[in-house]
């Protein structure tokens, strides 16, 4: 399967859209949900033994993070199905969740990337002093302002950009499959595919502290 996704992606991806189950690609974003979740991974080990004064806080941080592949299939299959239509493509919801789905498959390296860069460049940040059992609240705060550190931090910058690679790749992957989903030419495939990941990739480069 990886040789034909891969070696010659379009007739694939275009068939798979047609014709597919859900299945694969609920297992696809259920890996990119990890693959984003082990962020939260490395915030907690960068916090060292102040954790404990923030586990609250982390914990609900890892289930954003799992929550947020789930969430960005759903969005992203409506923000290209509207799209396709400003654009006087003729799609198909059920279609684009498909295409939407196989194409996120590079979004597991980007969620890999983005926790390697997060880590090396929050291991040398002051965690915050909280007492142990703060309200929650307060832990968050405190783990917000923990990660904020991240911004501007040379590795981090790179982490995001390199990851931004990888979505790249998926934009490819969505383009590709729009072009007869959507019955749109590559040219205007592009654009709708792009315009998404722009809006995601600003959002997490902008907000360090997500």
Same mark, same amino acid.
């Given at each position: 399967m990886a040789v034909r996704v891969f070696g010659d992606p379009e007739p694939f991806i275009q068939r798979k859209a047609a014709t597919g189950?859900?299945?694969?690609?609920?297992?696809?974003v259920s890996a990119v949900s990890v693959a984003m979740s082990l962020q939260a991974a490395a *915030?907690?080990?960068? @916090?060292?033994?102040?954790v404990s004064e923030i586990i609250n806080a982390v914990i609900l941080l890892g289930g954003y993070y799992f929550l947020e592949g789930?969430?960005?299939?759903?969005?992203?299959?409506?923000?290209?199905?509207? @799209?396709? @239509?400003?654009?006087?493509g003729h799609p198909l919801f059920g279609h684009i969740t498909r295409i939407v789905g196989w194409g996120m498959a590079p979004f *597991?390296?980007?969620g890999l990337v983005w926790t390697a860069g997060r880590y090396y460049a929050l291991q040398d940040a002051t965690p915050p002093k909280l007492?142990?059992?703060s309200r929650i609240e307060h832990e968050t705060n405190g783990l917000a302002e923990f990660m904020s550190h991240a911004a501007g931090e040379p590795a981090f910058v790179a982490a995001m950009v390199a990851g931004g690679l990888f979505?790249?790749?998926?934009?490819?992957?969505?383009?590709l499959g729009l072009t007869k989903a959507g019955e749109l030419?590559?040219?205007?495939?592009? *654009?709708?595919s792009a315009i998404p990941?722009? *809006?995601?990739?600003?959002?997490?480069?902008?907000?360090?502290a997500v």
């Open positions: 189950r859900l299945v694969i690609p609920t297992l696809i *915030v907690y080990i960068a @916090l060292g033994p102040a789930f969430l960005l299939w759903l969005a992203f299959s409506f923000a290209l199905y509207v @799209l396709t @239509l400003a654009a006087g *597991v390296g980007t007492a142990v059992n979505l790249a790749v998926s934009g490819y992957l969505w383009t030419s590559k040219a205007r495939a592009a *654009v709708v990941l722009l *809006v995601f990739f600003g959002w997490r480069f902008l907000n360090s």
